[in-house]
């Protein structure tokens, strides 16, 4: 994994991207696409010119860490006939390489005291994230691995960790399809269409060290970590 630090350091110098495109000539559009890394690749010359601007070296431009990450869904949430679905996150590096097995739960937060939320009014589902037991791994491994990372690094794996579920979701919105959802006080199953801009709250590895809350707004890849 490779993660760029440039919103990191335009926080930590109280420095505004208009500012780094004039003094540097990069454009606005490659700032920011750096910032939301929806970029395939950073040139040299961006490089040279942004640790030329802040006085880093590229070490400090970027964090890395040799594990990779690949998560694999194999059907999306609208077609499923139950609230759950079983995904794997594969982790390689040049020698290791094992796939983690991990359940994703769709309930509705209305009427949950299990919601970690007091108000609810613009969410729209909550989606709890565990990691199964599996005689191939055990669960310490994937946590060891978590503790490697550095901060930025850390959010960046829960991000791709999350990222097909979020596909997934947006893809319902996009087909007005219905997902499966637990609702707590009827003890059934319901099915919801989701709404572009209300939010979905992801709950993971709740009761362990390693737990995090992220939030998404619905039909955009918007996740607060």
Do not use: W
């Amino acid at each position: 994994m490779l993660q760029n630090n440039l919103n990191k350091l335009l926080g930590e110098r109280n420095v505004k991207i208009s500012a780094v495109a004039e003094a540097t000539g990069l454009a606005h559009t490659t700032l920011f696409s750096l910032i939301k890394e929806s970029t395939a690749g950073i040139q040299f010359e961006t490089i040279e010119k942004l640790c030329s601007y802040f006085q880093i070296t590229p070490s400090e431009l970027f964090d890395y860490s040799p594990y990779n990450l690949e998560p694999t869904l194999e059907k999306q949430l609208f077609e499923l006939n139950e609230n759950s679905v079983e995904f794997t996150l594969n982790i390689k590096d040049g020698i290791y390489d094992k796939d983690f097995k991990l359940l994703a739960q769709f309930q509705l937060p209305q009427n949950n005291p299990y919601f970690p939320k007091s108000n609810k009014k613009d969410y729209e589902l909550y989606v709890t994230v565990s990691l199964l037991d599996n005689a191939d791994y055990l669960k310490e491994d994937l946590f060891k691995i978590i503790d490697t990372l550095g901060t930025n690094l850390k959010r960046k794996f829960y991000q791709i960790m999350l990222s097909k579920l979020i596909n997934s979701l947006n893809n319902s919105i996009k087909a007005k399809r219905s997902i499966l959802a637990y609702d707590l006080q009827s003890k059934e199953d319901v099915e919801i269409l989701l709404t572009k801009k209300k939010h979905c709250i992801f709950e993971v590895f709740k009761d362990t060290d390693h737990y995090k809350l992220a939030d998404l707004e619905l039909g955009t890849e918007n996740l607060l970590i």
